[in-house]
């Protein structure tokens, strides 16, 4: 429910619109009202209210300044004008303030329920809308967290790959990305999957190692230092991805 304010010298008038605000089955209830511009800019801030109805007309501050200086706080706030003034001067200067409607006293009250409801209807549209962006906002700097932390998650594999403990768990919790989300990520980087990825990287290392001549690394040697956690299980991985042995790529057989 929607709360409203009514601001207007004239007590008649005052408790008049209370009582048809109240009576109209609306969504609004009145939670205060205000006699001059000064009070009515007290309560408004005292209750932040969403509608506003307010006579142009008032001792201390007439409504238009304090319309002003309500909006300057309470920019989404709907602000109905009820003016005895038809004067191009006063609707200009509403225009201006950006308020919802200007209605002219007398007031014809069924004109009123349907300004009052279509600023029930404006205000609740706003808020959808301000959320929508905020909550755009939010999935946004979500993905750009994401992004930036598969990237560090890339180049922390590729600077780890060789740690026989690096798993796709391990690294999704050390980056504080799910593993749905970094199994995506490495593919759309890399073309493979984790394990994919790893085991190239690795066994790309191990090709360079089993064609140095200088240092003439044993199978068992190169398998620990790429990070397999027995030779068995890196001879099986190198044939899958070299087509041949460790050994048999060492004595010659051509690159795949």
């Not at 609707?91 to 950006?98: D, Q, T």
């Not at 460790?246 to 051509?254: A, D, E, I, L, Q």
């Amino acid at each position: 429910m929607l709360r409203a304010i009514i601001a207007d010298d004239e007590e008649t008038i005052r408790n008049g619109l209370k009582n048809l605000i109240e009576s109209s089955q609306l969504d609004i209830v009145v939670i205060a009202t205000a006699e001059d511009g000064q009070e009515a800019l007290a309560v408004v801030n005292e209750y932040s209210p969403e509608i506003i109805l307010m006579d142009i007309n008032m001792p201390h501050l007439n409504g238009l300044q304090a319309i002003e200086k309500v909006k300057s706080k309470h920019q989404h706030a709907k602000i109905i004008i009820i003016s005895g003034y038809d004067e191009f001067e006063y609707a200009h200067k509403a225009i201006e303030l950006g308020v919802f409607a200007y209605l002219l006293k007398p007031l014809d009250y069924r004109n009123l329920i349907e300004v009052l409801q279509e600023a029930v209807k404006s205000y609740s549209q706003r808020i959808w809308e301000l959320n929508q962006l905020k909550v755009s906002s939010k999935e946004m700097d979500c993905y750009k967290a994401a992004s930036q932390a598969s990237l560090a998650a890339l180049d922390y594999i590729r600077e780890n790959y060789t740690d026989n403990n690096i798993s796709l768990v391990q690294v999704a919790n050390q980056f504080h990305i799910s593993q749905s989300y970094l199994t995506k990520a490495i593919k759309h980087k890399t073309g493979n999957n984790f394990t994919d990825y790893v085991n190239r990287l690795r066994i790309s290392t191990a090709i360079h190692m089993l064609t140095d001549k200088d240092k003439m690394y044993t199978i068992n040697e190169i398998s620990s230092l790429v990070g397999y956690s027995s030779q068995h299980y890196f001879s099986r991985a190198f044939k899958n991805y070299a087509g041949v042995s460790p050994n048999k790529y060492r004595s010659g057989y051509p690159s795949p």
